[in-house]
Protein backbone atom coordinates (compact mmCIF):
# COMPACT_ATOMS: atom_id res chain seq x y z
CA UNK A 1 0.00 0.00 0.00
CA UNK A 2 0.97 3.75 -0.67
CA UNK A 3 -0.03 6.79 1.03
CA UNK A 4 1.27 10.50 0.35
CA UNK A 5 1.28 13.24 3.51
CA UNK A 6 1.17 17.02 2.07
CA UNK A 7 2.40 18.67 4.92
CA UNK A 8 0.90 22.36 4.84
CA UNK A 9 -3.31 22.34 4.10
CA UNK A 10 -2.27 25.99 3.68
CA UNK A 11 0.78 28.07 2.33
CA UNK A 12 0.16 31.62 1.99
CA UNK A 13 2.98 33.96 0.75
CA UNK A 14 3.78 37.14 -0.99
CA UNK A 15 4.43 37.78 -4.32
CA UNK A 16 7.67 37.23 -5.92
CA UNK A 17 8.55 35.51 -2.57
CA UNK A 18 10.08 31.80 -3.12
CA UNK A 19 7.78 28.75 -2.00
CA UNK A 20 8.18 25.28 -1.09
CA UNK A 21 5.21 23.17 -0.82
CA UNK A 22 6.32 19.99 0.56
CA UNK A 23 5.42 16.20 0.08
CA UNK A 24 6.17 12.53 1.68
CA UNK A 25 5.46 9.51 0.70
CA UNK A 26 5.60 5.96 1.90
CA UNK A 27 5.40 2.87 -0.30
CA UNK A 28 7.34 -0.94 0.12
CA UNK A 29 7.99 -0.43 -3.90
CA UNK A 30 9.40 1.71 -6.38
CA UNK A 31 7.36 5.08 -7.03
CA UNK A 32 6.49 7.20 -9.67
CA UNK A 33 5.77 10.93 -8.54
CA UNK A 34 3.80 13.95 -9.67
CA UNK A 35 2.13 17.10 -8.81
CA UNK A 36 -0.69 18.32 -9.74
CA UNK A 37 -2.09 21.90 -10.10
CA UNK A 38 -5.79 23.12 -9.99
CA UNK A 39 -6.89 25.88 -10.50
CA UNK A 40 -10.60 27.22 -9.31
CA UNK A 41 -13.48 25.60 -10.64
CA UNK A 42 -11.02 23.52 -12.86
CA UNK A 43 -10.02 20.65 -13.31
CA UNK A 44 -6.40 18.57 -12.67
CA UNK A 45 -3.63 19.92 -14.25
CA UNK A 46 0.05 17.96 -14.74
CA UNK A 47 2.80 19.84 -13.07
CA UNK A 48 5.61 17.86 -13.54
CA UNK A 49 6.42 14.21 -12.66
CA UNK A 50 9.30 11.55 -11.68
CA UNK A 51 9.32 8.37 -13.44
CA UNK A 52 13.11 7.56 -13.75
CA UNK A 53 16.78 9.42 -13.81
CA UNK A 54 17.47 12.60 -12.78
CA UNK A 55 15.73 13.87 -9.57
CA UNK A 56 15.67 17.31 -9.90
CA UNK A 57 12.33 17.57 -12.36
CA UNK A 58 11.43 20.92 -13.99
CA UNK A 59 8.04 21.50 -14.74
CA UNK A 60 5.24 24.17 -16.63
CA UNK A 61 5.24 27.25 -14.75
CA UNK A 62 8.73 27.71 -13.68
CA UNK A 63 7.99 25.01 -11.00
CA UNK A 64 10.39 22.28 -10.38
CA UNK A 65 10.62 19.06 -7.52
CA UNK A 66 13.08 17.43 -6.35
CA UNK A 67 12.83 13.32 -5.31
CA UNK A 68 14.83 12.22 -2.54
CA UNK A 69 14.50 8.45 -2.18
CA UNK A 70 16.31 8.46 1.59
CA UNK A 71 14.11 10.82 2.87
CA UNK A 72 10.85 9.79 0.61
CA UNK A 73 10.03 13.56 0.09
CA UNK A 74 9.10 14.87 -3.58
CA UNK A 75 8.59 18.92 -2.58
CA UNK A 76 7.81 21.12 -5.24
CA UNK A 77 9.27 24.78 -5.22
CA UNK A 78 9.39 27.73 -7.28
CA UNK A 79 12.16 30.85 -6.73
CA UNK A 80 9.58 33.34 -7.26
CA UNK A 81 5.48 33.30 -7.35
CA UNK A 82 2.42 34.82 -9.17
CA UNK A 83 -0.39 36.08 -8.17
CA UNK A 84 -1.82 33.66 -10.71
CA UNK A 85 0.19 30.68 -8.95
CA UNK A 86 -2.80 30.93 -6.74
CA UNK A 87 -4.40 27.48 -6.95
CA UNK A 88 -4.31 24.19 -5.00
CA UNK A 89 -1.55 21.70 -5.27
CA UNK A 90 -1.81 17.77 -5.03
CA UNK A 91 0.81 15.59 -4.67
CA UNK A 92 0.15 11.74 -6.09
CA UNK A 93 2.00 8.33 -6.16
CA UNK A 94 1.97 5.28 -8.24
CA UNK A 95 3.52 2.37 -6.80
CA UNK A 96 5.28 0.14 -8.83
CA UNK A 97 3.24 -1.53 -11.77
CA UNK A 98 -0.21 -0.85 -9.83
CA UNK A 99 -1.48 1.57 -11.95
CA UNK A 100 -3.85 3.64 -9.17
CA UNK A 101 -2.94 6.93 -8.14
CA UNK A 102 -2.72 7.61 -4.51
CA UNK A 103 -2.91 11.83 -3.91
CA UNK A 104 -2.43 14.00 -1.11
CA UNK A 105 -5.04 15.96 0.49
CA UNK A 106 -3.91 18.63 -1.08
CA UNK A 107 -2.21 22.42 0.06
CA UNK A 108 -3.58 25.20 -1.34
CA UNK A 109 -1.23 28.15 -1.75
CA UNK A 110 -2.23 31.84 -2.28
CA UNK A 111 -0.10 34.62 -3.26
CA UNK A 112 -1.01 37.89 -2.19
CA UNK A 113 0.12 41.01 -3.63
CA UNK B 1 -5.78 19.16 -23.89
CA UNK B 2 -6.95 15.42 -23.40
CA UNK B 3 -10.51 14.89 -25.24
CA UNK B 4 -12.28 14.42 -21.60
CA UNK B 5 -15.90 15.60 -21.31
CA UNK B 6 -17.80 15.06 -18.43
CA UNK B 7 -21.87 15.40 -18.47
CA UNK B 8 -23.61 16.92 -17.09
CA UNK B 9 -21.32 19.55 -15.60
CA UNK B 10 -23.58 20.55 -12.47
CA UNK B 11 -26.44 18.54 -11.63
CA UNK B 12 -28.66 19.04 -8.26
CA UNK B 13 -30.86 16.16 -7.24
CA UNK B 14 -33.14 14.94 -4.26
CA UNK B 15 -31.98 11.89 -1.79
CA UNK B 16 -33.72 8.71 -3.07
CA UNK B 17 -33.05 9.49 -6.70
CA UNK B 18 -31.01 7.45 -9.06
CA UNK B 19 -28.32 9.70 -10.59
CA UNK B 20 -25.61 8.67 -13.80
CA UNK B 21 -22.71 10.87 -14.41
CA UNK B 22 -20.92 10.16 -17.99
CA UNK B 23 -17.01 10.41 -19.03
CA UNK B 24 -16.61 10.17 -22.96
CA UNK B 25 -12.60 10.53 -24.31
CA UNK B 26 -11.63 10.77 -27.76
CA UNK B 27 -8.00 9.36 -26.89
CA UNK B 28 -8.58 5.94 -26.85
CA UNK B 29 -6.80 5.22 -23.20
CA UNK B 30 -7.94 1.67 -21.53
CA UNK B 31 -7.66 2.60 -18.53
CA UNK B 32 -10.67 5.48 -17.09
CA UNK B 33 -10.93 6.32 -13.43
CA UNK B 34 -13.81 8.09 -11.46
CA UNK B 35 -12.72 9.97 -8.60
CA UNK B 36 -14.79 12.33 -5.94
CA UNK B 37 -12.98 15.23 -4.40
CA UNK B 38 -14.38 16.66 -1.11
CA UNK B 39 -12.72 19.12 1.01
CA UNK B 40 -10.07 18.06 3.05
CA UNK B 41 -9.85 14.49 1.45
CA UNK B 42 -8.52 14.95 -1.78
CA UNK B 43 -9.00 13.14 -4.44
CA UNK B 44 -10.43 9.39 -3.58
CA UNK B 45 -10.91 6.80 -6.23
CA UNK B 46 -14.63 5.45 -6.42
CA UNK B 47 -14.49 2.93 -9.30
CA UNK B 48 -11.85 2.04 -12.59
CA UNK B 49 -12.05 0.23 -15.82
CA UNK B 50 -9.26 -1.28 -17.53
CA UNK B 51 -10.82 -2.30 -20.16
CA UNK B 52 -14.38 -2.52 -21.91
CA UNK B 53 -16.77 -4.68 -19.29
CA UNK B 54 -13.48 -4.60 -17.14
CA UNK B 55 -14.23 -2.93 -13.81
CA UNK B 56 -13.03 -2.66 -10.07
CA UNK B 57 -13.73 -0.77 -7.11
CA UNK B 58 -11.93 2.08 -5.61
CA UNK B 59 -11.53 2.90 -1.82
CA UNK B 60 -15.09 4.75 -1.85
CA UNK B 61 -17.20 2.48 -3.73
CA UNK B 62 -20.29 1.89 -1.81
CA UNK B 63 -22.97 3.10 -2.72
CA UNK B 64 -21.87 3.68 -6.75
CA UNK B 65 -21.63 1.72 -9.56
CA UNK B 66 -20.20 2.02 -13.21
CA UNK B 67 -20.73 0.28 -16.23
CA UNK B 68 -18.23 0.77 -19.35
CA UNK B 69 -19.77 -1.01 -23.00
CA UNK B 70 -17.07 1.03 -25.15
CA UNK B 71 -14.01 2.49 -24.85
CA UNK B 72 -14.53 5.73 -24.63
CA UNK B 73 -17.64 5.55 -22.13
CA UNK B 74 -17.46 5.27 -18.92
CA UNK B 75 -20.63 5.69 -16.57
CA UNK B 76 -20.94 6.08 -13.12
CA UNK B 77 -24.00 5.80 -11.44
CA UNK B 78 -25.50 6.94 -7.98
CA UNK B 79 -28.02 3.80 -7.53
CA UNK B 80 -30.24 5.98 -4.55
CA UNK B 81 -28.57 9.47 -3.61
CA UNK B 82 -27.60 10.67 -0.41
CA UNK B 83 -26.83 13.89 0.81
CA UNK B 84 -23.30 12.27 1.62
CA UNK B 85 -22.64 11.98 -1.96
CA UNK B 86 -22.62 15.89 -2.73
CA UNK B 87 -19.48 16.30 -4.14
CA UNK B 88 -17.11 16.93 -6.83
CA UNK B 89 -16.81 14.08 -9.54
CA UNK B 90 -13.93 13.89 -11.66
CA UNK B 91 -12.72 11.46 -14.42
CA UNK B 92 -9.45 10.24 -15.89
CA UNK B 93 -7.81 8.47 -18.49
CA UNK B 94 -4.27 6.78 -18.92
CA UNK B 95 -2.38 4.56 -20.90
CA UNK B 96 0.52 2.34 -20.71
CA UNK B 97 4.05 3.27 -21.69
CA UNK B 98 5.94 0.99 -23.80
CA UNK B 99 7.61 -0.71 -20.59
CA UNK B 100 3.50 -1.80 -19.61
CA UNK B 101 4.44 1.13 -16.87
CA UNK B 102 1.62 3.40 -16.27
CA UNK B 103 2.22 7.07 -16.61
CA UNK B 104 -0.06 10.37 -15.68
CA UNK B 105 -4.08 10.12 -15.49
CA UNK B 106 -5.35 13.14 -17.65
CA UNK B 107 -8.70 14.34 -15.78
CA UNK B 108 -11.84 15.43 -17.14
CA UNK B 109 -13.23 18.96 -16.16
CA UNK B 110 -15.81 17.50 -12.84
CA UNK B 111 -19.55 17.50 -12.21
CA UNK B 112 -20.47 19.26 -9.64
CA UNK B 113 -23.14 17.11 -7.78
CA UNK B 114 -25.42 18.37 -4.89
CA UNK B 115 -27.96 15.69 -3.26
CA UNK B 116 -30.83 18.04 -1.49
Known amino acids: AQSVTQLDSQVPVFEEAPVELRCNYS??????LFWYVQYPNQGLQLLLKYLSGSTLVKGINGFEAEFNKSQTSFHLRKPSVHISDTAEYFC???????????FGKGTLLTVNP | DAGITQSPRHKVTETGTPVTLRCHQTENHRYMYWYRQDPGHGLRLIHYSYGVKDTDKGEVSDGYSVSRSKTEDFLLTLESATSSQTSVYFC???????????????FGPGTRLTVL
Open chain 1, 92 to 102: AVIGGSNYKLT
Open chain 1, 27 to 32: SSVSVY
Open chain 2, 92 to 106: AISETGTSGLHFEQF
